[in-house]
């Protein structure tokens, strides 16, 4: 028997993959989920072996969900048509139900499900949230898990990212936050209009800054809003001077 969960924020979207599963009597609906919030804490519950996920979902997307989970599972996508998700999914041969879809295409993707079950069930998860990082969606909130919480952050309330080994911090008006994100990955999701990558281990939301100052050599340090000084590499320096129009 294996575990199924479905995460989907219509309730008849969800009762269509129930019905269509009611053909396949080895694999057990564990969890019913309306938003990816309570799918992170099912899956972290649960532990399924596949997951029919949505992707545009209140509160978070699908994609934003796969983020906070340090192993995702074997996910089928089910999605009305976005041009975004679906370029990301072509790209990577993730498998997907476009919405409304019939019982013999279910059962297409359960085959192709069965037929990778021999290979690492993430395997193509990573590649795909690299490509979704360009979803419009994105470019405005940044989701992060503290402890049992999830919190979304708004770019906005960004004033700036940090690399710490395999996370991102990111400082902003309540703190700081960890993500489990790589910075070339954060670097394009962000507006850089208003990002700055100043540093290889650093980016500025150059609206908090209040003042650049010369630091050893030819380095030099932007002086925040909230007295956070934060480094500007030489070749990080031509970049932020032209963003701020100098």
């Known amino acids: 028997m294996h575990k199924v969960i479905i995460i989907d924020d219509e309730p008849l979207a969800r009762s269509v993959v129930k019905e269509y599963l009611q053909t396949h009597p080895q694999l057990e609906v564990v969890a019913e989920?309306?938003?990816?919030?309570?799918?992170?804490?099912?899956?972290?519950?649960?532990?399924?072996?596949?997951?029919?996920?949505?992707?545009?979902?209140?509160?978070?997307?699908?994609f934003e969900m796969l983020e906070l989970l340090d192993e995702p599972p074997a996910v089928?996508?089910?999605?009305?048509?976005?041009?975004?998700?679906?370029?990301?999914?072509?790209?990577?041969?993730?498998?997907?139900?476009?919405?409304?879809?019939?019982?013999?295409?279910?059962?297409?993707?359960l085959a192709k499900w069965r037929d990778a079950a021999s290979a690492p069930?993430?395997?193509?998860?990573?590649?795909l949230?690299?490509?979704?990082?360009?979803?419009?969606?994105?470019?405005?909130?940044?989701?992060?898990?503290?402890?049992?919480?999830?919190k979304i952050i708004p770019v906005q309330q960004v004033h700036y990212l940090e690399?710490?080994?395999?996370?991102?911090?990111?400082?902003?008006?309540?703190?700081?936050?960890?993500?489990?994100?790589?910075m070339s990955l954060l670097e394009q999701q962000l507006n850089t209009t208003h990002f700055i990558r100043t540093h290889r281990?650093?980016?500025?939301?150059?609206?908090?800054?209040?003042?650049?100052?010369?630091?050893?050599?030819e380095n030099h340090v932007a002086v925040l809003k909230s007295g956070a000084k934060v480094p500007v590499s030489k070749t990080g320096y031509p970049k932020l001077k032209a963003a701020l129009g100098l």
């Open 121 to 127: 069930a993430s395997s193509s998860i990573p590649a």
């Open 33 to 62: 989920c309306g938003n990816g919030l309570d799918g992170v804490k099912a899956i972290q519950q649960c532990q399924p072996d596949l997951v029919f996920l949505d992707v545009q979902m209140p509160k978070i997307t699908g």
């Open 201 to 217: 281990s650093y980016i500025i939301n150059i609206q908090y800054i209040t003042r650049i100052d010369p630091y050893e050599k």
């Open 76 to 109: 089928i996508f089910t999605t009305a048509y976005d041009e975004y998700a679906l370029k990301a999914f072509d790209a990577n041969a993730v498998d997907y139900l476009l919405k409304p879809f019939t019982q013999d295409r279910f059962d297409k993707a």
């Open 163 to 182: 690399a710490s080994d395999d996370y991102v911090k990111i400082f902003t008006d309540e703190g700081s936050f960890l993500k489990k994100q790589t």
């Open 129 to 150: 949230l690299a490509q979704a990082v360009h979803h419009p969606l994105h470019a405005e909130r940044i989701v992060v898990k503290t402890g049992s919480r999830i």
